[in-house]
């Protein structure tokens, strides 16, 4: 069993700065790609960040220079470092990450959600 627990979300003006953490417990193997995706109301969930075992990250246009994806393998913990937030960045955050359980199997695992809120 595999669980990704987010922490960080809440309520913040324009501007602002959030933090997300998200830990991965349980039986882990080993974990490869790590990230985030948002999903506002009435939208698609989509792709905000990723960042691979050895670091390598990637971005959606509309985070780039502002969001800073990071992960602590030791910890299995991947972080996402949310600054000078718009309102547009209203949504809620969920964590994915790539695990292997027994070393050949490899699923795709997603944390329960965390609500980030910008708004003055």
């Known amino acids: 069993q595999v669980q990704l627990v987010e922490s960080g979300g809440g309520l913040v003006q324009p501007g602002g700065s959030l933090r997300l953490s998200c830990a991965a417990s349980g039986s882990i193997f080993s974990i490869g790609a790590m990230g985030w995706y948002r999903q506002a109301p009435g939208n698609q969930r989509e792709l905000v960040a990723t960042i691979s075992r050895g670091g390598s990250t990637n971005y959606v246009d509309s985070v780039k220079g502002r969001f800073t994806v990071s992960r602590d393998n030791a910890r299995n913990t991947v972080y996402l470092q949310m600054n000078s937030l718009k309102p547009e960045d209203t949504a809620v955050y969920y964590c994915?990450?790539?695990?292997?359980?027994?070393?050949?199997?490899?699923?795709?695992?997603w944390g329960q959600g965390t609500q980030v809120t910008v708004s003055s």
């Open positions: 994915n990450a790539r695990i292997s359980t027994t070393g050949s199997f490899w699923g795709d695992y």
